[in-house]
């Protein structure tokens, strides 16, 4: 009996290290301080719960918004809304990230509190009665509030993130981070897709809502375990956030300018027809909510079966050297959309878009790590995501029209066709960083 209780023991102190090596990114945190483990630790907890609420929010929101009786066109205009709206708040959330410093706090009230309010808001207030266009209004509302305040979030969000984990070892870490995340995020669709085809609508849609509500309240609870290495004071930026010296600091940084101009026609491209997906999904390939989980889940299993090599991947070979190969290989995901005939068509696709997305995702995020200035990280995410959001919100707006005249099949093709360009243009004019403009 003794031997058994060491044994199970055993095990158990085994698998607690082995999560607690995951959680870490792997065996190249040993060597880091004890300050450094406990927030890669806890930002790795944030991420989890934080994947598994905005998965429910990605695949289902807009399903309840259409039951809700939205339209096409409403989901375009709210899109494009909350891109135009990101773009402001964007600017505002890096302003006071360098003259205030105090990026956790930013981070916790902007897209830890106010953001996820709107979650719930989505189920309650059709619960006190409103009906009809005025609700419809409101729900858009509250959509473009919680994008906007996210948004506010990011530019200290991006900077603090730098900081607290080590680009030695980025390409590991955010691979174990992102296979976590994805795991978490497959298991919620799919119980919830069931949860929601059982409890029917609009019941099963609002404790749909409500758990991802939940479990963003716990992201947020464990990004305050953070620790940020700088305190509350304001970093080092040097000039102020202004224009005459935004654009002289721009000047400097022509890799960062070649990126950003790529990315204006990549994204555009993207949300051409990346609000339609679910839509099309349900109204013309008859999908149930079950069934828009295990599409979503197929993607989810393509890129977690892959994530942990990707990372190591990144780090041997770069990552703009990944974000060419998957970029080029991307355009084709929206041009299969056109051949489906039925929603099981689409898990074939989606296995394909979760290796090229999950590949494409790490590598971005950690060239656009390498590409912006230590000091200045806070500022330049942001002026990247203002040029992201604003080609989103155009493209959003664009793709209501086609898909008003043309129908599903003109968005899609325009889609392929922009984004093919755009990854053209990146192979031609976007140049890996040099060793010495990383030390900056």
Known sequence: MKKQVISVNTAWARLRQSFTRL????????????????????????????????NIIGTYFVLYFLFLGATNAQIGFMSSLSSL?????????????????????????????????????????????????????????????????????YPAWMSLLADIVPLAGRGRYFGSRNFVMGFSGMVTVLLVGELITRLGKPLGYQLALGLAFLLGVIST???????????????????PLAFKEVISHLKAHPGFLAMSGVAVLWNFSLNVAGPFFTPYLVQNLKATATMVGITSIASTISSLTLQRKMGELCDRWGAHRMMLISGLLI????????????????IPINIMSGALWGAYNLAAFNYLLELTPHAQRARYSAIYQIVVTIALAAGAAVGSLIVTRWGYVGIFLCSSLGRLIAAILFARFVRAPSPSSLKE
């Open 221 to 239: 609870y464990s990004y305050s375990r953070i620790r940020d290495p700088h305190g509350t004071r304001p970093p080092e930026v040097g000039a």
């Open 85 to 153: 709206s990101a773009a402001l708040f964007l600017l505002l959330g890096a302003m006071l990230a360098e003259r205030l410093g105090r990026r956790k706090q930013i981070v916790l009230w902007g897209g830890g509190t106010i953001s996820r309010l709107a979650i719930i808001l989505w189920v309650l207030v059709p619960l006190v009665g409103l009906k009809g266009p005025a609700l419809i209004y409101l729900i858009m509302g509250l959509t473009v509030t919680r994008d906007a305040f996210a948004n506010l979030s």
């Open 331 to 346: 355009p084709f995901v929206p041009f299969s959309w056109i051949f489906a005939r039925t929603a099981w068509h689409v």
């Open 23 to 54: 959680a870490t990114g792997g065996d190249f945190a040993l060597s880091l301080p004890g300050e450094a483990r406990h927030n890669l630790h806890w930002f790795f907890f944030d991420g989890l719960f934080a994947s598994a609420s905005d």
